[in-house]
């Protein structure tokens, strides 16, 4: 299994320095939302955020030849688009105001790796992983638990609306729990489990 | 996951999100609890890490958030800029499925969008308001004696016919033979339009069945060949047995012998031939007098006996997106769109005037309303109105 992953991602690299449009959208599937949302957590603007994580890409795609593995390329991304949220800041002098948040962005300097605790890098890495989670539960249930803890409502109304039984709904959202959980587990995602009795907690309020 | 790499090597963050796990769950010791404050007060990032995602509805509105960025759109900025289409492609502004159903539509994640001609969008049907809803999971079990049972998802039970075990489980059915020495009798699992179901057979070959599909097969398989014989689509995952060949008959001169493998058959007689499609392993199509041996990923089309056609590189995740519950459309015209929102939501389909020729592209989930399915199909430039169960598409 791990030599045919090697492999993938092998052929993958290769691909993505030849300037494949396929292996470049693989890339871009797998961390645009992911950036957008970090640089979003350090903008605060939305549209700003998706702007520079363009502009993120655009030098990735520049120096598609330099990669020597996936998580190098993450790596870049991650950085890159942190430099230039910091860069942005500056030149708009907000620092100020947003260095009340997040004192960690007063480091001014350039970095060049992920080190040491980033909690707005975490963070985003715990609502990506989350995130599939949740899309990856079978239809129904993914739906359910979408509309109930997402949109916030209540168990009648998405039986009504989806026009099954609200014992059915209780036993999905019961089970999504179940499903997220277990998929927690066997991956060993640890700082997610923290997020999933979160999740518990929500449970125990509106059940 | 390539996803949490930072996370998992990072052991500074596995202690806290350990220590964080304990603390709601009202596990902490006394030490931990002190090594817990002491690291939210070390820094006021650490606090506000802590804080916000201990809170549940904190965390919903980072996953709303986080939701919110548009893969596709971004995907077309980019690509737009740095891979300009190619010559030798007719150029077709890229559409994505926007309208009143985006937000369910969204959900999906990546990849919903629909190419559309250069025409600006029509302006918008009426729409009917009694909602069409998907096809769920039902069918009918007609037994040797030709008695019919209806199945739906709900309900287990065991219904027993000689000498075969069947058991009824959340939409599935499966056989558990017993004694192989019973006089072998055959079974019909049918569905109608807008059902689908799956079936274990009894030598453990795993089958799903689409809407508006049949298959009949043996309650034991003897010695020999096991045979079935199908209508409509039918996704197959044979048990692999080397003296007992596989054989599905699709029609009074087109069969199908496995020998231990996946594969996809569309045989519903409004589609322009049967189309048998190689997941995994090796079956040998024969119609009529010719026959031929697919290799993993290959299709055969089979449009008259005798007359084979292979396509080398079939299009596999568009094959088998009804058996996730979607549709997944590649450059498919109005009719096979249309065909299959027909079966699947049990419409009926008519054409007002020329059919207008237009080619799609898109994933979109199968359990949703057909109103949110239209209210896409609208956003590309299609006229067209509902009028109760038909669907009219205007030129």
């Known amino acids: ?207 | 996951m390539e996803a949490d790499q930072n996370s998992e090597t990072n052991p500074l963050l596995q202690r806290i999100a350990y220590l964080v796990s304990r603390y709601q769950q009202d596990i902490l010791t006394a030490a931990e609890e002190e090594e817990l404050r002491a690291w939210r007060d070390a820094s006021a990032d650490n606090r506000l890490f802590f804080e916000q995602m201990t809170d549940p509805d904190i965390l919903r509105d980072k996953l709303l958030q986080y939701e919110k960025f548009d893969v596709a759109a971004g995907w077309d900025t980019f690509s737009a800029k740095h891979f300009p289409a190619k010559d030798n492609v007719p150029v077709r502004p890229v559409y994505r499925w926007w309208s009143a159903a985006a937000a369910v539509l969204l959900l999906l994640g990546a990849g919903i969008y629909f190419l559309r001609p250069s025409a600006p969008p029509a302006p918008v049907a009426a729409l009917s308001t009694t909602p069409i809803l998907p096809g769920t999971s039902k069918a009918t079990l007609t037994l040797a004696d030709g008695s019919v049972i209806p199945l739906d998802s709900n309900g287990n039970r065991v219904i027993t016919q000689q000498g075969a075990l069947i058991h009824l489980n959340n939409g599935q059915l499966q056989y558990n033979t017993q004694d192989y020495t019973a006089q072998t009798t055959l079974n019909t699992l049918a569905t109608p339009r807008g059902g689908q179901f799956r079936l274990t057979l009894p030598d453990g070959t795993r089958v799903w069945l689409n809407a508006a599909s049949a298959i009949t097969f043996p309650t034991a398989f003897g010695q020999g060949k096991r045979e079935v014989e199908i209508k409509g689509e039918v996704y197959f995952e044979v048990a692999a047995m080397a003296k007992m060949p596989f054989q599905v008959k699709v029609s009074h001169q087109t069969n199908i012998e496995v020998l231990g493998t996946s594969f996809n058959i569309n045989a519903y007689t409004d589609e322009p031939g049967i189309k048998t499609t190689l997941i995994q392993g090796a079956v040998k199509v024969n119609a009529g007098n010719s026959s031929r041996v697919l290799l993993p990923g290959q299709q055969a089309l089979v449009k008259s006996p005798g007359n084979i056609d292979i396509v080398a590189h079939a299009d596999t995740a568009a094959i088998l997106a009804w058996k996730k519950e979607e549709f997944n459309f590649r450059d498919a015209d109005i009719p096979t769109v249309m065909r299959q929102l027909a079966r699947w939501y049990d419409v009926t389909i008519v054409y007002a005037g020329n059919i207008p020729a237009r080619r799609f592209q898109g994933e979109i989930q199968r359990n949703l309303p057909l109103s949110d399915v239209l209210e896409g199909l609208k956003s590309t430039g299609i006229h067209f109105r509902l009028q109760g169960r038909s669907i009219i598409v205007e030129p």
């Not at chain 1, 090697?6 to 961390?31: C, D, R, T, V, Y």
């Not at chain 1, 990735?60 to 998580?71: E, I, P, Q, V, Y």
């Open chain 1, 1 to 207: 299994m791990i030599e045919e992953y090697s492999n993938k991602e092998h052929i993958l690299l290769q691909k993505f320095a030849g300037g494949e449009q396929s292996a470049f959208q693989f890339i871009f599937n797998q961390h645009y939302k992911a950036l957008c949302y970090f640089a979003f957590t350090i903008v605060a603007d939305e549209q700003e955020a998706e702007d520079l994580v363009q502009e993120t890409f655009s030098k990735l795609w520049n120096k598609r030849g330099d990669f020597k593995s996936a998580t190098n390329i993450k790596a870049f991304l991650f950085i890159a688009t942190k430099n230039a949220c910091l860069n942005f800041l500056k030149s708009r002098e907000r620092l100020h105001i947003k260095e009340k948040e997040f004192s960690y962005l007063q480091e001014e300097q350039v970095t060049t790796e992920i080190a040491g605790f980033d909690p707005v890098l975490t963070e985003t890495e715990i609502i990506q992983q989350l995130y599939l989670e949740i899309e990856h539960l079978p239809t129904q249930c993914r739906r359910i638990f979408k509309m109930s803890y997402l949109e916030g409502r209540k168990n009648e109304e998405i039986a009504t609306s989806l026009q099954i039984s609200y014992n059915t709904v209780r036993a999905q959202k019961l089970r999504a729990l179940k499903l997220i959980r277990s998929s927690l587990i066997k991956k060993n995602i640890l700082p997610l489990l923290g997020i999933y009795i979160t999740l518990l907690k929500y449970y125990h309020h509106y059940y």
